[in-house]
């Protein structure tokens, strides 16, 4: 069967979640640790005396993240390397015998899922350290804020403070910049990081599959919501090998011996991916192309626009956003409150989808932290 990127984009919602999960901890541990005591005169010298109770407690949420991310970064690229096999052997099951047969012959899987495990985990060490700094900054500068707004007669203690904490629980921890220099919050950046290795799994496994099978051309699909950097290879034929650019090439036909045909090729697969094509997000599959018996399938028109994918992914951060407020929120008020927008962002999305016939992807929208 065809391949893509959506193949195994569960698996890096699931390692998402572990870190966006653990994001919620720490903004009620901060939340519990200023509520406490919050009325006593001594409240800012309490503060910071358990500033070291405070950065233990959030050392050891990081290790379990961190242990536990590890391990989910490897299960998921083993099993996107898996789904992608399969995805190969399916799709050759109407074959001959042989190429069949040479498609299910075992493939050196560990050496390819441990060296995309070890690119990810090494993109997202930095990650740890950002989450400690973040945190521990956010905390003395709610105390900082508490401590002077009522001497300057603006605001009480809690409502300053609760004003400093619903900044933090707003934006989340951020600062994560990516090779293209694009800022990103934590969760996105995780996902976006994880993405790009499972698609990268799925795909290599299927190619590697093609190979072995003895087919060096994949054709692309036509998408909804493509974005411009894919567009220009949509129901483009490709080589897994080989040079790059556009030609004509002369190949032998899938199924009548002796016959050749001139195929045209928009490029390599190696060549289309560095342009963008089967990116994170990506909504485009691969698959095989038998010369003399695959056809390039008809234009299809879209159900929506890119930029109402992207208005999509604008809503699912703010129903994030207004989640980690209310997991932030210091009284029954607030809390209410913002469960409020996060039902009213709901509704938004649930009238985009309708309108425009989009998939709805609710684990999108959760943060999985726990109170």
Not at 35 to 45: F, G, H, L, N
Not at 49 to 55: C, D, K, S
Not at 340 to 348: C, E
């Given at each position: 069967m065809p391949v893509s990127p959506a193949l195994a984009e569960d698996l890096a919602a699931a390692v998402a979640d572990l870190?966006?999960?653990?994001?919620?901890?720490?903004?009620?541990?901060?939340?519990?640790?200023?509520?406490?005591?919050?009325?006593?005169?001594?409240?800012?010298?309490?503060?910071?005396?358990?500033?070291?109770?405070?950065?233990a407690a959030i050392d050891e949420v990081i290790a379990a993240l961190q242990l536990d991310a590890n391990g989910a970064i490897h299960e998921?690229?083993?099993?996107?390397?898996?789904?992608?096999q399969q995805a190969a052997v399916a799709e050759l099951g109407a074959l001959g015998v042989g190429q069949t047969a040479a498609a299910a012959v075992a493939l050196p899987t560990a050496p390819v899922v441990d060296r995309l495990a070890a690119a990810v985990i090494n993109d997202t060490g930095p990650v740890y350290l950002r989450i400690l700094r973040t945190t521990m900054d956010t905390y003395r500068d709610v105390i900082a804020r508490a401590a002077a707004a009522p001497a300057l007669g603006a605001q009480t203690r809690r409502q300053a403070a609760q004003a400093a904490l619903d900044a933090f629980a707003g934006r989340g921890v951020t600062g994560f910049i990516d090779k293209a220099g694009r800022s990103w919050e934590l969760r996105s950046y995780i996902e976006m990081a994880t993405r790009s290795?499972?698609?990268?799994?799925?795909?290599?496994?299927?190619?590697?599959?093609?190979?072995?099978?003895?087919?060096?051309?994949?054709i692309v699909s036509q998408a909804p919501e493509e974005c411009p950097?894919?567009?220009?290879?949509?129901?483009?034929v490709l080589t897994r090998t080989g040079d790059m650019g556009a030609r004509d090439i002369e190949v032998e036909h899938a199924t009548e011996d002796g016959e050749t045909i001139t195929v045209?090729?928009?490029?390599?697969?190696?060549?289309?991916?560095?342009?963008?094509?089967?990116?994170?997000?990506?909504?485009?599959?691969?698959?095989?192309?038998?010369?003399?018996?695959?056809?390039?399938?008809?234009?299809?028109?879209?159900?929506?626009?890119?930029?109402?994918?992207?208005?999509?992914?604008?809503?699912?951060?703010?129903?994030?956003?207004?989640?980690?407020?209310?997991?932030?929120?210091?009284?029954?008020?607030?809390?209410?409150?913002?469960r409020?927008?996060?039902?009213?962002?709901?509704?938004?999305v649930r009238e985009l989808v309708a309108e425009n016939g989009l998939p709805r992807k609710s684990h999108r929208e959760q943060i999985n932290s726990a109170r």
């Open positions: 870190y966006e999960a653990a994001e919620g901890t720490l903004i009620d541990r901060i939340r519990q640790a200023l509520a406490k005591d919050i009325d006593s005169p001594a409240w800012v010298e309490l503060k910071l005396a358990a500033l070291g109770n405070l950065q998921a690229l083993a099993e996107a390397y898996e789904r992608g290795a499972v698609g990268r799994a799925t795909i290599e496994a299927h190619s590697d599959r093609l190979g072995a099978a003895g087919i060096d051309l994949v950097l894919c567009r220009p290879w949509e129901r483009k045209h090729v928009a490029g390599s697969l190696d060549e289309a991916r560095g342009a963008g094509l089967l990116h994170p997000n990506c909504r485009h599959n691969i698959s095989a192309y038998l010369p003399g018996v695959s056809r390039v399938p008809a234009a299809q028109p879209s159900r929506g626009t890119y930029e109402d994918t992207q208005k999509q992914r604008y809503l699912e951060r703010q129903i994030r956003k207004w989640k980690r407020l209310e997991t932030a929120a210091m009284d029954d008020a607030r809390r209410t409150a913002a409020a927008r996060v039902r009213a962002y709901q509704g938004r």
